[in-house]
């Protein structure tokens, strides 16, 4: 997190998002608010917390066709 910096107009999507948790800090630090955050994720017991916090998720196996469009932009980070 010390590297990244503020762009409150950015998006953020978190490719395998969980809880959200790291999601949320991501976002603080870039300054990025709700409608900007977007998440993807396959285990619904996981990633309603991260619906609760404020990640637009759409479930999805990302071994599958990917949930967004093709020009989606955004700063992505993937947790494996």
Known sequence: LEL???????????LGCDTGEWTMQLANKMGVGKGHIFGV???KSRYESAINKGVELKESDLNNKFPYRDNF????I???
């Open 4 to 14: 990244v910096v503020q762009n409150n107009k950015g998006k953020i999507l978190d």
């Open 41 to 43: 994720d396959l285990i």
């Open 73 to 76: 932009n955004a700063f992505t």
């Open 78 to 80: 993937g947790n494996l």
